[in-house]
């Protein structure tokens, strides 16, 4: 796992180098876009104490309130260890993008209900917005997530989705 999460933090550092300017004053970060995505989550690259496989699936929607400042609302699904157990989260955050480099860190309350356990699991992520066109992004992420009720749900991970802004 160490291996691993060495090799994505070196790919994030090399994408952060070829950083996508625009050119006109119209920047994919600044204030009044929207945004809507979609990721995968999990798919068997996370690590915590109670759970085996899981796959799972989230929707993200934003605004930007400020240049470089996107309020967050956030809804996940998965399902854990070959459909023993299931989660549903949903949550409000942040995420500040800086520099309009692409490179983004943020932080997500969440309400999480699993099956006989629901828990309040605070987020902190990291990411990166790889322009595919001038709207369409592929965003790989690295995040933790915390649980209060029982630290073996306590979860490192990793996401990748897309983005669109507009």
Known sequence: MKKFFMLFVGLMATMSVSAQYQTNSDTPFSEGKIYVGASATNLNLK??????FS?????????????NWMALG?????NIANGSATSTNIGAGVR????????YGGVIAKYAHTTGNDD?????HV?????????????PEAYFEHSFNNSD???FG?????GYYF
Request: net charge negative; proline share 2%.
């Open 47 to 52: 690590y915590n104490k109670a759970e085996e």
């Open 55 to 67: 796959l799972g699936i989230a929707a993200k929607a934003g605004y930007l309130f400020l240049d």
């Open 74 to 78: 956030v809804f996940d699904y998965t």
């Open 96 to 103: 500040y993008y800086f520099d309009q480099i692409g490179l």
């Open 120 to 124: 309040f699991v605070p987020e902190v």
């Open 127 to 139: 990411g990166y917005c790889l322009f595919l066109s001038r709207h369409v992004t592929l965003e």
């Open 153 to 155: 749900y306590s979860t």
């Open 158 to 162: 990793m996401r990748l989705g897309f």
